[in-house]
């Protein structure tokens, strides 16, 4: 646990990787973690802001840019790139990171990609961890940065404190983004590279489709009307403006106890995720043996029913094999 | 299970809908199906096609070019287009099925969206449900298109038995490819939109990072090298090629013991999907009770470890809270 707290990169980078593994030395770490805030329940919690949108919007430029921004206004800076390469290419891109190099010098500035795929109990469960150590590393702000279509990806980002939502004009419209499934999670939603000829269409349209969702809602009194921004990441326009819609959606959200509500439902998704991994890992355990691989080999000639086989699966783990 | 067999849309959809929802109803539907496999060991099977790539390359378009050109060969269709909608949005989307219209009136063509998010047992055992049911409705193709990005869409994609991953010129480079983590899983590369300036440039791109990771593999006797296709599905031209590269595919596949290999994994992950699903349910029942409430709220305050709280979810639920 050494270093955490000091934001030592290469302390930190260890501490990510074991809780990242899930294997029983990370476990430690989180329970260490976990009993020293017990002991300091007034410290200040990091900010999770989340950036979602379809490959191409600018994700990396415009984190890149708001690292800048926190870094102006004295906050430091956490980041997790979620990288959905396979297992097989294994994490972090060059590309990313080269474009991030600019703040590599900085103490304050960490940077981390993490694979989507190959957790114990999911990405949402290793993202978890990986939010942990870098809230107990006390940044003040963590970004955490998923492509904006799939499902794993765009709950973890979904699930952050404040969540935004980039477009690009171009990339077709309000229908795509329907499309990506991204328009129900956005606290704010960025129109990036304005420069482009349709950005303002694109946020004519978005502006429409929230306020026609916003009036559907009754509690009118307490709802978040999510602001829809235009920005140019690459020459760091608009991105003031990003920072200071963020810091009101985290007033609103501290007020109204949305806040909380969201740290709770991260909690209990992660808690279930990891319980989850555990099954998992006893579930092929068990399935390691000869009848099972007898019923796989039935029902993939279609003469057995799947859940039938589940069933005979779970009953064979519930009877003892163990973790 | 009346009218699966004669293909009736109607009864179909049910059907679908049925094993979709994972209710008791589909069990039996699924058990009901299975036990009609058993009674007829020889009946041909589906080949299940994957098209999979990013956002903007063209699936819908390709998808419809291939039924087209299926259906010319005297071949019936299905088609299952997974849809990254968020379960708020609900499934189909009125473009890609009014793109996909001109088949509706032929009773050998079947095409249905399901939603990737929402399913118990996750996105991989839901499809699987809905392929067994085509299967048995003896489409000669099936053909799962899923958007190439994201950890479950992506799996769902691969486990096909032929998979066809799209790119499209001018949407980056291999690094783009790379990067959504679908190079691995193609057995077949089509650079679509081929008029744009570029494509020659991404097939030639892509032909080099194949051949590299081939020459990587020691079994070059069995080894596939997947051949890149450059096509226009807007104006069919070249899905005749294609069309040939999937039926070379499948003789290869049938030949080298690929084929089985793929429909055990397949099995495989569908029977523990859904066993996970089964124990899911069992898990959140469990994690209804206050007990529970309170761990997550000390581990959402970062002051219990996750995994001590996974682990009494886990022991309550093996404690007999059962289903």
Not at 111 to 117: G, L, Y
Not at 119 to 131: F, S
Not at 142 to 155: K, L, Y
Request: glycine letters at 10%; hydrophobic letters at 45%.
């Amino acid at each position: 646990m050494a270093g955490i707290a000091e934001r030592k990169v290469r302390d930190l980078a260890r501490a990510i990787t074991l809780v990242e593994n899930g294997g029983p030395d990370g476990l430690e770490l989180l329970r260490r973690l976990a009993e020293r805030a017990r002991s300091d329940a007034e410290r200040p919690r990091s900010h999770v802001v989340g950036i979602t949108g379809s490959p191409g919007v600018g994700k990396s430029t415009m984190t890149a840019a708001l690292i800048t921004a926190f870094r102006a206004r004295g906050q430091s800076v956490a980041v997790v790139a979620v990288d959905p390469s396979s297992p097989f290419s294994g994490g972090a891109l060059l590309g990313d990171r080269i474009r991030m190099q600019s703040h590599s010098s900085d103490e304050n500035v960490f940077i981390r990609s993490m694979a989507s795929r190959g957790h114990l109990g999911g990405l949402a469960a290793a993202a978890g961890h990986v939010l942990r150590v870098l809230d107990a590393a006390g940044f003040d702000v963590v970004v955490v940065e998923t492509v904006g279509v799939g499902q794993s990806e765009v709950e973890v980002a979904a699930a952050a404190d404040t969540t935004i939502v980039m477009l690009a004009p171009g990339m077709g419209d309000g229908i795509q983004a329907a499309k990506a499934g991204i328009l129900e999670i956005g606290d704010l939603f960025v129109v990036n590279k304005a420069d482009r000829e349709g950005a303002q269409t694109t946020a004519r349209d978005l502006r429409q489709m929230i306020s026609l969702a916003t009036s559907q809602t009754d509690d009118v009194v307490a709802a978040w009307t999510p602001p829809v921004l235009t920005a140019i990441a690459s020459t760091d326009t608009g991105i003031d403006d990003i920072v200071a819609a963020i810091a009101d959606h985290r007033a609103w959200a501290l007020d109204h106890g949305e806040l909380e509500r969201r740290r709770l439902a991260r909690a209990r998704e992660e808690v279930i995720a990891t319980a989850l991994g555990m099954v998992r890992s006893r579930i092929e355990a068990a399935s390691s043996m000869s009848a099972f691989e007898d019923s796989v080999s039935a029902v993939a000639h279609g003469e057995a029913d799947v859940h039938g086989a589940a069933e005979a699966l779970v009953d064979e783990m519930g009877s003892g094999t163990g973790s």
